[in-house]
């Protein structure tokens, strides 16, 4: 755990947008690389916490989560809130940083900073990485919130992202089961489509 | 024996549960719990599951092996021991677009017109391979007169399909269910979803 070989592309270009709160860009980057750092982050999007209860969530040592904290409130993507005179808690920030890596554009989110935080602990996440790059990963997540709106299917992913079908399918399961998205599952009958919206639909 | 008299409201109609790539997937491939949850479910529905034989070779199967089934570590133990039911290959290209006769044909036109509309991407992207389905409810109806279809799928758009395109045949005894992908392995064994 906690090696950082992997997606060590070297960026070209960034822009960034963040509510204009990003000042630092290196531990954005960080959380590419370092699983438990994206695990951070992910906990601190969704919970206010302190430094200790951080620590319970996310598998490395107090002074690492110390630094990640650091790192990440210099970026501007984690804030201090006011607390009542008790431990300090943090909130994350989210954030949109588009990065040019080997001609190919990043979008890094919240959405795909959570995604790679399993990449070492999920098999299909690390395979698919390895196979096909962040580039295609960040597409990918995007896409599938698509899929979960129904704007797009599995073989047309498959296609745009010219990755196989097979790992389209898999990955909808993984991606879908990380971000819960797609809601629930539902039955409806044929004859309860409205006849403007079935000739509508029918139209070239 | 004097039998014979059977009331034809006792004869219960079949429902034929039509598959997509992504159910399986989501199971994959046997011996595992999730497996051997759907062929009891299967058994306790009175069921089978049918596949068009492009569904097939996405998972792996080989159409044109001389030995059937072959190919498939998802369905051929399945298709083996009678409860998956590949179908004959469906006829249509998606390049012939004029003087289609063929219902089943027209059907897989129509779903590919009916996914363009639904997903808002451009038929260059549409895959042919997305109106299946659709191909093989028509043809499971003109086939059977006492038939009902369940559909199940990961794609939100191809349950919309479906119910869109299989009415314009006549036939309204389908219904779709669609899965997250998330939650095919927690769903697909409950009798429930496989009975009408």
């Not at chain 2, 039509?18 to 479910?41: H, M, S």
């Not at chain 2, 059977?144 to 314009?168: C, F, G, M, W, Y």
Request: glycine share 6%.
């Amino acid at each position: 755990m906690g090696t950082d070989q992997s997606n060590s592309q070297t960026p070209k270009e960034i822009t960034a947008t963040g509510a204009g709160r990003i000042s630092e860009l290196r531990p954005v980057i960080d959380m590419l690389e370092k699983p438990q750092m994206a695990a951070l982050y992910t906990v601190l999007r969704d919970h206010v916490v302190t430094v200790p209860e951080l620590q319970a969530e996310v598998d490395v040592t107090k002074s690492t989560v110390y630094d990640y904290v650091a790192a990440l409130q210099r970026a501007g993507l984690v804030s201090e809130v006011e607390t009542d005179g008790t431990a300090t808690k943090y909130t994350a920030h989210e954030f949109v940083v588009t990065l040019e890596v080997d001609g190919m554009v990043v979008e890094v989110t919240p959405d795909v900073v959570e995604v790679l935080s399993y990449q070492e602990t999920n098999l299909e996440i690390q395979g698919f990485l390895e196979q096909y790059g962040l580039a295609t990963l960040a597409a990918f997540i995007d896409l599938a919130h698509q899929h979960a709106a129904g704007d797009v299917t599995t073989r047309m992913i498959a296609d745009l992202l010219d990755i196989s079908r097979g790992s389209a399918y898999d990955m909808l399961e993984h991606v879908g089961r990380i971000l819960d998205i797609g809601g629930e599952p539902s039955t409806a009958h044929a004859a309860d489509i409205d006849e403007n919206e079935r000739d509508e639909l029918l139209e070239r | 024996m004097t039998s014979g008299n059977r009331d034809d409201n006792e004869t219960a109609r079949y429902t034929a549960n039509l598959v997509d790539t992504g159910i399986f997937r989501a199971i994959g491939k046997p011996p595992n719990e999730q497996y051997d949850k759907l062929r009891a479910a299967v058994a306790s529905a009175d069921t089978r599951l049918h596949i068009p034989a492009t569904i097939y070779e996405e998972l792996g199967g080989d159409t044109t092996a001389d030995a059937f089934p072959s190919g498939s570590e998802y369905v051929d133990e399945a298709i083996r021991d009678g409860w998956v039911i590949v179908a004959d290959h469906l006829p249509g290209l998606l390049a012939d677009d004029e003087d289609i006769t063929s219902p089943v044909e027209r059907s897989r036109h129509d779903a590919h017109r009916v996914i363009a509309n639904v997903t808002n991407h451009p038929k260059t992207v549409n895959q042919w391979d997305d109106t299946a389905l659709v191909g093989l409810a028509v043809r499971l109806f003109e086939q059977n007169e006492r038939i009902r279809v369940l559909v199940h799928t990961t794609d939100r758009a191809l349950s919309k399909a479906v119910r869109v395109v299989v009415p314009q045949y006549g036939y309204y005894e389908v219904k779709c269910r669609y899965y997250p992908p998330q939650t095919v392995k927690d769903q697909i064994g409950l009798e429930t979803n496989l009975a009408w």
